[in-house]
């Protein structure tokens, strides 16, 4: 069994950043994808970025390009979404996921493993 922990969300106002993490624990495994996946209200689940086993893989929603970086350090079984200039759109909780598909999948359905998530309110 594998436990997903997100942490660092919060309520931030427009224009600041914010650093997410998602600690992995539980069976050791290795060459897995992480991915990031948010939920507004009433809205569905949508995909945000996502990162390879040897993170020379990212991949990231053309909603986000170029405002979310996403990272990982495998030592730490810790997956990182660095968020700058936070919009209200961005308003949601944020979710991280663990697949074992290759190459590195954008859709929820590929993903295994889930976090309980982190909210991240943007005030405007």
């Known amino acids: 069994q594998v436990q997903l922990v997100e942490s660092g969300g919060g309520l931030v106002q427009a224009g600041a950043s914010l650093r997410l993490s998602c600690a992995a624990s539980g069976r050791t495994f290795s060459n897995y994808a992480m991915g990031w996946f948010r939920q507004a209200p009433g809205k569905a689940r949508e995909f945000v970025a996502a990162i390879g086993w040897t993170a020379g893989s990212t991949y990231y929603a053309d909603s986000v390009k170029g405002q979310f970086t996403m990272s990982r350090d495998n030592a730490k079984n810790t997956a990182y979404l660095q968020i700058n200039t936070l919009k209200p759109e961005d308003t949601a909780v944020y979710y991280c996921?663990?697949?074992?598909?290759?190459?590195?999948?954008?859709?929820?359905?590929?993903?295994?493993?889930w976090g309980q998530g982190t909210q991240v309110t943007v005030s405007s």
């Open positions: 996921a663990v697949s074992f598909r290759s190459p590195v999948p954008t859709v929820a359905s590929a993903y295994y493993y």
